[in-house]
């Protein structure tokens, strides 16, 4: 399997609703990244996840809560969004943290908060 | 803090021709520099990476070089065609002190091959 599985691929969600992003990989990867991308930008760095412990949060606000459960699966918890929090929420893995190892992205969740 | 800069926002080349992605970076010199490629609606698909002790790189249709001096990378699509059209990422790894690495995106350029 060299696939990053996410899901849902679309999402509508309330300024009020609690809803959560799932990704999933089972190429053995021991990092594990949250991106968020808005239209005609590159992708932003959120949160990265070593050996299932966070290693770095890029100043997110405390509305986004990521957790990594096992060296599988990565979750990005969402409670109280705004509507500029809508964009393209985009999980990758790779073997190691950093830049030596290619990255392997999931398609994304389409989010729009409304 | 670290620049990247991605020669422009969209280019427009005739299929059978080369197309060249430029990539430059300002303050320090990263050990590893990545090239992506990214469909509308899709996650980015890794092509190469290339360290900073490596001129070139090939991969069939693919040429990435790599110029510490110049701090510049450049990508190459030789005989292009129309399904290379997408836009087309570098990206640069940088290390944090006690929180490993990172890979920090330049903003992209569209290419676009005409038939």
């Known amino acids: 399997d060299t696939e990053v599985t996410q899901t849902p691929k679309h999402l509508v969600m309330g300024m009020t609703n609690k809803k959560s992003l799932k990704c999933e990989q089972h190429?053995?990867?021991?990092?594990m990244y949250w991106y968020k991308q808005k239209a005609k930008k590159p992708p932003e760095l959120m949160f990265v996840?070593?050996?299932?412990?966070?290693?770095i949060n890029e100043s997110v606000p405390s509305r986004f809560s990521p957790e990594c459960p096992n060296s599988s699966l990565l979750n990005l918890h969402l409670h109280a969004l705004q509507p500029e929090d809508s964009a393209l929420y985009l999980c990758?893995?790779?073997?190691?943290?950093?830049?030596?190892?290619?990255?392997?992205f999931g398609s994304g969740t389409r989010l729009t908060v409304v | 803090s670290q620049k990247i800069e991605q020669n422009s926002e969209a280019l427009n080349i005739q299929e059978g021709k080369t197309a060249t992605l430029t990539c430059n970076y300002t303050n320090y010199s990263p050990a590893y520099l990545q090239w992506y490629r990214q469909d509308p609606g899709r996650g980015p698909v890794f092509l190469l990476l290339?360290?900073?002790?490596?001129k070139e790189k090939r991969k069939e249709r693919l040429k990435v070089t790599f110029d510490t001096t110049l701090k510049q990378s450049l990508f190459h699509i030789t005989a292009s065609q129309p399904a290379d059209s997408a836009t087309y990422l570098c990206a640069l790894g940088r290390m944090i002190y006690n929180q490993g690495g990172k890979l920090i995106f330049g903003q992209g350029t569209e290419l676009s091959v005409k038939p």
């Open positions: 990758a893995s790779s073997q190691g943290q950093g830049a030596y190892y290619g990255y392997t």
């Open positions: 996840y070593s050996y299932e412990k966070l290693s």
């Open positions: 290339i360290r900073e002790n490596e």
């Open positions: 190429m053995g990867h021991r990092a």
